[in-house]
């Protein structure tokens, strides 16, 4: 069922001309692109040489919207690599909040409601509108301007709005919540998964991939925890950068503070175009949690009006642009120079072995090649049973030389490459390439699982 994403922002005028309704609703999907300041020619190449290599590398589809929409930290349609890169962090992120206390627990919210929510969502709620209501509305010639802006309306007044963020959702879940822990603070709720985000111009929203942590205290202490999680946090982003410095935090000014905060702080990366922020964290007071539970304020704690209820500290993040951020910090070009003293550059996606979407590639080298592709696929049975991702690089059909096989692992990020050869046939003794050192080493085929588990675990636990 084809559906619009229509803003409930009645002061709009609405022309009855169906022609342009549907002109704008046309422009404003094609209206997704924004202009990065970028210092110098080197910059822009440099975002270039980023965007061409996520789409040849099957990170992200083709097309310039789909490019667009990424490059602006927007969910967009991934590649294989890109989905698992975006799965993997998801799966850090959820590990580092409900694994640092006992008290966070992950809950899931309806991704739409049927009620108005103006009172914790604002005036400006996104809802979703049949598009056959709405054209019926404006096909009404008889209808004026004043009348329809009234039709439109009660349309909106009865058609869900659907989420912005998740804030909403754990407030609706603090009482059952609250009495799972016996009452007492502080605890948090988390949650993942999309969001709706206004467009730049008047169409469609684009989704974005979130994160949400609402965490409860008590008034006296909600400022140590939004320090608290600003640290943990930063240190989260750093954990797995390349260059760590180019992750930082900055206070939110005062200006420029949401209705409900009085801190705000967000954690920032420094992408070729400039800032961008990846998590904003807020210290939120109670008003919300109070207009949330008007009906049943009897449950909340500091029931004397004297006292004020649990305060609130959100942390909001983006994964999609967060997935740019890593791939943007990891990417390296080098130069270096061929067998014919030929000046080269080597581009390498040095994601962390925990990010990285394929940690092995298998491939065979000279020798019957059936016998052969038997050993790779069942040791890439025993990487699947390990939980290692690999990519089998031994189907391919092409020839390709061992430079280009290395140039193409070395921009999809594959941590090892694995050679199965004639050698292994007769000695069990494989080769393993590392995409960090371009070390080439030989160990015995029963040893390799082990290696690149041990290698993966160490480097999480730095």
């Known amino acids: 069922m084809l559906i619009y994403c229509v803003r409930n922002v009645l002061s709009r005028r609405v022309s009855t001309s169906k022609s342009l309704q549907y002109h704008s609703i046309a422009l404003s999907l094609q209206h997704s692109s924004r202009h990065c300041s970028t210092s110098s020619s080197e910059d822009l190449e440099q975002v270039r040489t980023l965007l061409q290599l996520c789409v040849d590398r099957y990170y992200i589809s083709p097309g310039q919207t789909n490019i667009e ?3 602006r930290g927007m969910s967009c349609s991934y590649g294989p690599l890109g989905m698992e890169l975006r799965r993997n962090l998801l799966e850090q992120w959820w590990h580092s909040v409900t694994r640092s206390t006992a008290q966070v627990f992950g809950i899931n919210t309806l991704s739409s409601c049927s009620r108005d929510n103006t009172a ?107 320090d608290h999680w600003t640290r943990q946090r930063l240190k989260w982003w750093r954990k797995f950068a390349l260059s760590p410095s180019d992750f930082g935090s900055s206070d939110v000014p005062e200006e420029e503070l949401e209705e409900a905060a009085s801190r705000g702080v967000k954690i920032m990366y420094r992408f070729p175009w400039g800032q961008e922020p990846l998590e904003t964290l807020w210290s939120r007071g109670n008003t919300e949690l109070l207009q949330a539970h008007q009906g049943v304020r009897s449950k909340l704690p500091y029931r004397d009006s004297r006292k004020s209820g649990p305060h609130i500290v959100s942390v909001t993040g983006n994964m999609d642009r967060g997935v740019m951020a890593f791939i943007s910090n990891s990417l390296q070009q080098l130069r270096k120079e061929d067998s014919k003293q030929r000046l080269q550059q080597r581009k390498v996606l040095k994601l962390h ?30 990487f699947m049973e390990a939980k290692i991702s690999a990519w089998p690089g031994y189907l391919r059909t092409l020839p390709t030389s061992v430079e280009q096989l290395n140039t193409k692992y070395d921009e999809m990020g594959v941590l090892f490459t694995v050679v199965i050869s004639e050698n292994t046939l007769e000695s069990g003794l494989l080769q393993v390439r590392s995409r960090d050192t371009t070390i080439k080493e030989i160990m015995h085929i029963s040893e390799i699982k082990n290696f690149l588990s041990k290698h993966i675990s160490a480097a999480n636990n730095v």
């Open 69 to 71: 929409l990424f490059q």
């Open 120 to 226: 914790t969502h604002g005036p400006r709620q996104l809802r979703i509108v049949e598009s056959e209501d709405l054209k019926q509305i404006l096909e009404q010639q008889e209808l004026s301007k004043e009348q329809i802006i009234q039709e439109v309306q009660r349309l909106l007044q009865r058609t869900p709005s659907v989420r912005t963020n998740f804030i909403q959702g754990a407030l609706e879940q603090f009482v059952p919540s609250f009495e799972l822990v016996s009452r007492k603070l502080p605890f948090g709720l988390a949650e993942t998964g999309l969001c709706f985000q206004p467009s730049d111009g008047s169409g469609c929203p684009a989704e974005v991939t979130q994160t949400s942590l609402v965490w409860f205290c008590s008034p006296r202490t909600s400022s140590q925890w939004l």
């Open 353 to 382: 072995p925990v990010l990285a979407p394929v940690k092995v590639a298998l491939d065979i080298g000279r020798g019957a090649t059936l016998e052969l592709r038997q050993v790779c696929e069942g040791l890439l049975q025993e």
